[in-house]
């Protein structure tokens, strides 16, 4: 699980009008290994192109795709896997979706959450909003001890996500997560190639 490391998520209001496939190419030339597609107000049609295009980007530069809730667009352009929330499609029947090869991965904030996630057959589970997050208003924040927790008694890669930037991850390292998901710390950079090599030296 090497590629989570760090886990772009996408969200095309950050770019405020720049090229999408551009700016994600230039995280892929930079070392980024995980992409996830998360357009929360993209009709079907529009979701369903980006998913193809980032499909052929992702697999020109050996990097994973993801795709967020939509388990049929998942399906339809053979993504890599597919990440839900706890008010999506459970997750056990994701999974009986897609087989036991494709990557599965549960947003939790809890022990609980958490516990379930695995024995639903998820492979990763995303832990947030660490941090106030501006892409995820409706995000409740996660405390550092609710973290521990889940790391103590869950045995499979833990990624955090919300409001990480490279300043405030310090507060995490210590709790050697498998991954930082992030969006705006990246994809509201000037320059996304150069602060995506950031992301990866850190």
């Known amino acids: 699980m090497d590629k989570l490391k760090v886990y772009l998520v996408t969200d095309s209001k950050i770019l405020e009008g720049r090229d999408f496939y551009e700016a994600i190419e230039d995280s892929l030339k930079a070392g ?3 992409i996830q597609l ?3 107000n993209f009709l079907g049609n ?6 193809y295009k980032l499909r052929e980007l992702t697999r020109k530069y050996d990097a994973l795709l993801i795709i967020n809730d939509r388990v049929d667009i998942a399906m339809l352009v053979d993504a890599d896997g597919v990440h839900v929330g706890q008010k999506d499609i459970p997750a056990n029947e994701v999974r009986r979706l897609i087989g036991p090869d494709k990557i599965l991965g549960v947003s939790a904030k809890n022990i609980t959450q958490a516990a379930k996630a695995k024995e639903d057959g998820a492979d990763y589970i995303g832990v947030g909003a660490m941090f106030t997050t501006s892409t995820k208003l409706d995000a409740d924040s996660v405390s550092k001890n609710d973290l521990k927790k889940i790391m103590d008694e869950v045995d499979i890669p833990i990624i955090c996500i919300g409001g990480i930037t490279l300043e405030n991850k310090g507060e995490l390292d210590d709790f050697n997560v498998a991954g930082y998901a992030v969006v705006s710390a990246i994809l509201g950079a000037e320059n996304i190639y150069e602060e995506s090599k950031k992301w990866m030296e850190a």
Request: aromatic residues 8%; proline residues 0%.
């Open 38 to 40: 998360r357009e929360k």
């Open 32 to 34: 980024i290994k995980t």
């Open 46 to 51: 529009e979701f369903l192109e980006r998913a």
